[in-house]
């Protein structure tokens, strides 16, 4: 068994990965196909491009899994109404006709799929994986470690919630799970919900707003709505919560608690609103570092990795790699379901006596996880002309010299270059930059470019050589995933700070980089290296020629609500809808006084609120 | 018929055939749901299944 296709799909951020031989050859999310944000249809189109990147047909391939099992979630829907009756029934009669339409004859349903590919498709060639193995199996066999501990954490796969795994070469043991409804994943989402976020969407901005309020509510968290062992396992008090068996996340008793209603959509942010943000960050912190203490105090072994919906927060991730008790901590770079495809053809491929697995280099196997579809330049050219676009046509320093310049002189560029990014993050291939000195540079890049919240934190890209002159961090980061502070020689600290409250703390000029640096002098931080993103790279570097900073305001390419780019028109459709002044599109350089065609004014109106 | 075989098999794995009676007021009241209801879009916050 060589060549192994792994889905995910049906619940959110479908995507599908190949692996050969037991290299990644190709891994995309379906939403960057279909457009439509998190999309849980099946991923055809994903998988219709990660056979293209192989050159093969559906044919060729030697099995097909799916990253979770169907019958034991199905299982686990009818005890949990079934412990709850008769609660739960109006629940339980919407939920039934989905499930017995589709969800219970998945297998059914990825066969019929994929026969529009390859008609003598067999039923045998596929196979389920469970939820959390994939996830473990996504963080564990590309990472670089030999041996690690792995902990999985998300809202809820069949049973599991949580779970904790040992992996040595090619072997993942589950060692413990906390089951649904107990799950940190649902508590974050239950207070995304409370705040007025979208869930499964709004934890990001529970996160960015957590720095702005004082975590005044934790220990209510901690006291009242769990109940939290020394281990760091817990049980949620379920007479708060209302998502085991109802239509919403909490239920009257959690706002009686808090003692404010839930916060409406448009509803103005309060000083309450960040302080139950920054309390349930701190909350989510603290149950972390328990368990990761613990489970290192237990198995002893000093490599950690991580995957699952929770090590999204990398807040929380930065804070378990300054505890120190791991020597080495890796986050798989999707970890979220889209992940799990690629977790889940891992596992099976290294399930088969004839695959072994060896370490032979220090770097992760995700290559950048620039694992997307690229595109060449006269693919490129093509697609400009079809829509009229001007561009001019530059060779690879040309292009780096005049970017570079634009940049320093406050431009704000998309930059759409190689292989699209695998997972939530932009990383130099599909991002919007921006020079990250300049002071309102945050304020209008959510504004007038992404059309989104003005509190949300920005990323700094940072070549790695640069790393700790800029930050307090001494590991590489190319994932986006691990927060940190920004260094103290680069901070300034604007006389007015003690005079400003909550979100006017965004006005104050907070460190040399004030777009990257967030209001408690934190950053998102990406390292940029040469052997993964030569071009990208580059750049950064004749930017630091230009400035002596060594770093570039880093955000994803697309609009709140939109996935992010994938193909050379979806950039051009961006680049025409918000305010951005130049698109670097492989080899060419479009500059936006230059089209002809008119700004689109509707464009942030085509995607839904995320 | 692969499916049901699936069922059965699946719950004497996992020893769970207390279950089988509500599977089976499942089917018969479920197919009622299904036949009665035009669109199968549910109005979940977060959907567990």
């Not at chain 1, 050859?25 to 991923?43: C, G, I, L, W, Y």
């Not at chain 1, 909490?250 to 609103?273: A, D, G, M, V, Y």
């Not at chain 1, 088969?352 to 050219?381: C, F, H, W």
Request: proline share 4%; glycine share 6%; charged share 25%.
């Amino acid at each position: 068994m060589k060549i192994i296709l792994g889905i995910s799909a049906f619940y959110h951020d479908s995507a599908a990965a190949l692996v050969k031989n037991g290299e990644i050859v190709a891994a995309a999310q379906e939403e960057r196909f279909t457009r439509v944000k998190h999309d849980s249809n099946f991923p055809l189109y994903s998988v219709k491009y990660v056979l293209e990147e192989a050159k093969i047909e559906l044919y060729d391939v030697d099995a097909i899994i799916f990253y979770d099992k169907p019958l034991l979630k199905f299982e686990r829907l009818l005890e949990t109404y079934v412990s709850f009756a008769p609660r739960g029934l109006i629940s339980f009669v919407k939920a039934m006709p989905i499930v017995l339409r589709e969800k219970l004859f998945l297998k059914n349903l990825i066969i019929k799929n994929l026969k529009t590919l390859d008609k003598s498709l067999k039923p045998n060639k596929i196979f389920f994986s469970e939820h959390h193995l994939s996830h473990a199996a996504s963080a564990f066999y590309p990472s670089p470690f030999e041996e690690a501990i792995i902990l999985t954490m998300d809202g809820v796969g069949e049973w599991a919630t949580a779970s904790v795994a040992q992996g040595k070469g090619k072997n993942i043991k589950i060692l413990k799970e906390l089951h649904f409804p107990h799950s940190l994943g649902l508590l974050y989402s239950a207070f995304t919900y409370y705040l007025g976020f979208k869930v499964n969407s709004g934890e990001y901005k529970v996160m960015g707003l957590a720095p702005y309020g004082k975590p005044k509510y934790k220990n209510i968290i901690l006291n009242k709505l769990i109940d939290l062992k020394s281990d760091g396992s817990f049980r949620l008090v379920m007479k708060y919560f209302n998502f085991a068996t109802g239509l919403t996340m909490i239920n009257s008793s959690f706002s009686k608690l808090f003692k404010q209603p839930i916060r409406k959509e448009k509803e103005k942010l309060t000083e309450f609103h960040m302080d139950i943000a920054a309390s349930i960050q701190a909350a989510t912190e603290e149950i972390l570092l328990k368990i990761t203490s613990n489970i290192h105090q237990e198995y002893k072994i000093d490599n950690l990795c991580l995957a699952g919906g929770v090590a999204l927060n990398c807040v929380a991730n930065g804070k378990i790699l300054r505890d120190n008790k791991f020597k080495q901590v890796w986050v798989q770079p999707a970890p979220g379901d889209s992940g799990a495809a690629l977790g889940a053809a891992l596992l099976l491929y290294y399930s088969k006596k004839e695959n072994q697995r060896k370490i032979v280099s220090k770097e992760d196997l995700m290559n950048g996880a620039y694992l997307g579809p690229s595109y060449t330049n006269s693919q490129i050219e093509k697609d400009l002309k079809n829509v009229n676009a001007k561009y001019i046509l530059l060779d690879d320093e040309e292009l780096i010299n005049e970017v570079s310049n634009l940049l320093y002189k406050g431009m704000i560029v998309g930059w759409f270059q190689g292989r699209m990014e695998f997972g939530p993050r932009a990383l130099g291939s599909r991002s919007i930059l921006a020079n990250p000195m300049i002071k309102d540079m945050q304020k209008k890049l959510n504004l007038k470019i992404k059309f989104r919240e003005s509190f949300r934190p920005f990323a700094p890209a940072v070549i790695y050589e640069n790393l700790s002159e800029w930050f307090d961090l001494d590991i590489k980061s190319p994932y986006m995933q691990f927060v940190s502070r920004v260094n103290k020689d680069k901070i300034l600290i604007d006389e007015n700070t003690k005079s400003f409250f909550g979100i006017e703390r965004l006005n104050l000029i907070r460190s040399q980089i004030p777009c990257v640096t967030h209001v408690d002098y934190s950053a998102r931080i990406q390292t940029v290296h040469k052997n993964t993103n030569f071009r990208f790279y580059s750049l950064i570097k004749a930017f630091k020629d230009l400035t002596n900073c060594p770093v570039l305001c880093n955000t994803s390419f697309n609009i709140r609500g939109e996935p992010i780019v994938n193909s050379p028109y979806d950039a051009y459709r961006c680049f025409m809808g918000t305010q951005m002044d130049v698109l670097a599109i492989g080899n060419y350089i479009l500059f936006k006084n230059d089209q002809i065609n008119n700004l689109d004014p509707n464009y942030k109106n085509q995607f839904l609120n995320d | 018929m692969d499916f049901i075989k699936q069922l059965f098999k699946f719950f004497a794995v996992r020893k769970k055939f207390w279950l089988l009676p509500i599977v089976i007021m499942l089917f018969i009241f479920g197919g009622l749901i299904i036949l009665s209801q035009s669109s199968a879009v549910a109005p979940f916050i977060y959907t567990l299944f």
